[in-house]
């Protein structure tokens, strides 16, 4: 049967529920639960999980929203589901786990036997660092929505109440490229709503107006972006605004690999960019209150045939289609980026392509 929406209330448990980080709540499934049931499920292990996750929703501040380390994948992981492309799961659990310090260095003669259409492309096994896969990898490109994943890290960096409501401003709508957006001026959500609007959905007024909302304003969540790449070691890339839609927001496909190992750190991001859909009640004193039906925009993670733990696509006209994702596959993490395919089609046939190398590739 198909699974129901998550509710506003569950959203809201979820985020606070990640920044207690036990190995309770580090099982938190949203919308990608094996349950066949009809609704979604958010197991914290206890038989009244609901109950649970209101009393904390309503007794924490839910200022805290931590991530697991500082970036540079020194603590072992949860992974996300560990079964190979015959599942259409994309739950969550602890009892399967890997270390994502690279223990290996780009370059392997171990490489995937495919070739690929488009322009930038980086495969990397997540367990010994190593490449098993480049095309002009290290060439600085744009990469369009990629960038909401670091979006997404320095808000989580800041430790905000993610039950915050956030009132979207008609400047949110303003950027350097005209899009398109289910968004109007005046629409209020919390910014746990927010976040996963931007990361599930790619909507750009909603990462423009989480980074309006920052400590210090607009321009000092610019200079956070641009310093948390620089901590990861990015040396290509450079953020001009959190969208994406700032052709200046560029990076190879190797340096997106750190920030895609980077983001993997944090269990929101890993949960709401795989989120499949979600129904949001948008508040707005001039217009009327609506729901906000979205679908993530990873055809991928819509599906569900693959195991993807995170993902995040992107378009611009300068950038091509683009995404991100880590995968994992006979129990080996495997992380992918691909830039500047000239169309869906060659996006995803490269992703898919690469995906079932992995599932046919020999491990030790």
């Given at each position: 049967m198909k699974q129901l929406p998550l509710t506003k209330q569950q959203l809201i448990a979820a985020m606070i529920s990640l920044s207690?980080?036990?190995?309770?709540?580090?099982?938190?499934?949203?919308?990608?639960?094996?349950?066949?049931?009809?609704?979604?499920?958010?197991?914290?292990?206890?038989?009244?999980?609901?109950?649970?996750?209101?009393?904390?929703?309503?007794?924490?501040?839910?200022?805290?929203?931590?991530?697991?380390?500082n970036g540079y994948g020194t603590t072992n992981l949860t992974n996300a589901n560990s079964n190979n492309f015959a599942s259409n799961s994309n739950s969550f659990n602890t009892s399967n786990r890997y270390n994502t310090t690279y223990r290996g260095a780009f370059g392997s003669s171990d490489m995937i036997p495919i070739s690929t259409d488009s322009r930038s492309v980086a495969?990397?096994?997540?367990?010994?660092?190593?490449?098993?896969?480049?095309?002009?990898?290290?060439?600085?490109?744009?990469?369009?929505?990629?960038?909401?994943?670091?979006?997404?890290?320095?808000?989580?960096?800041?430790?905000?109440?993610?039950?915050?409501?956030?009132?979207?401003?008609?400047?949110?709508?303003?950027?350097?490229?005209?899009?398109?957006?289910?968004?109007?001026?005046?629409?209020?959500?919390n910014r746990a709503e927010i976040l996963l609007m931007a990361l599930m959905k790619s909507e750009n007024p909603a990462a423009k107006t989480l980074a309006r909302h920052y400590p210090g304003g607009y321009n000092a969540f610019?200079?956070?972006?641009?310093?948390?790449?620089?901590?990861?070691?990015?040396?290509?890339?450079?953020?001009?605004?959190?969208t994406g839609l700032d052709k200046r927001n560029v990076a190879s496909s190797n340096d997106l690999v750190k920030m895609v190992r980077a983001a993997g750190n944090y269990d929101v991001i890993r949960r709401f960019s795989t989120t499949k859909s979600y129904d949001f009640f948008v508040s707005n004193y001039s217009n009327g209150n609506r729901t906000y039906k979205a679908n993530n925009t990873s055809m991928l993670v819509r599906a569900g045939d693959y195991p993807i733990g995170i993902?995040?696509?992107?378009?611009?006209?300068?950038?091509?289609?683009?995404?991100?994702?880590?995968?994992?596959?006979?129990?080996?993490?495997?992380?992918?980026?691909?830039?500047?395919?000239?169309?869906?089609?060659?996006?995803?046939?490269?992703?898919?392509?690469i995906l079932n190398s992995l599932a046919t590739r020999r491990t030790v």
């Open positions: 207690l980080g036990s190995v309770a709540q580090a099982a938190l499934t949203i919308n990608g639960s094996t349950d066949t049931g009809s609704s979604a499920r958010m197991s914290w292990g206890g038989a009244d999980s609901l109950s649970e996750a209101r009393n904390i929703m309503y007794k924490s501040n839910g200022s805290a929203i931590k991530k697991v380390d495969v990397i096994d997540a367990e010994t660092g190593e490449s098993i896969y480049e095309k002009d990898a290290d060439i600085a490109r744009p990469i369009a929505s990629i960038s909401k994943l670091m979006t997404a890290m320095v808000v989580l960096d800041a430790g905000l109440d993610m039950r915050e409501e956030i009132t979207l401003d008609p400047e949110d709508f303003v950027g350097p490229k005209r899009a398109s957006s289910n968004l109007k001026a005046g629409d209020r959500m610019i200079r956070a972006m641009n310093r948390k790449a620089q901590d990861l070691g990015m040396t290509t890339a450079f953020f001009g605004d959190p993902s995040k696509t992107g378009f611009i006209n300068e950038a091509g289609r683009c995404v991100v994702m880590e995968t994992r596959v006979n129990n080996r993490p495997a992380i992918i980026v691909i830039l500047g395919a000239n169309s869906s089609a060659t996006r995803w046939g490269d992703a898919k392509n």
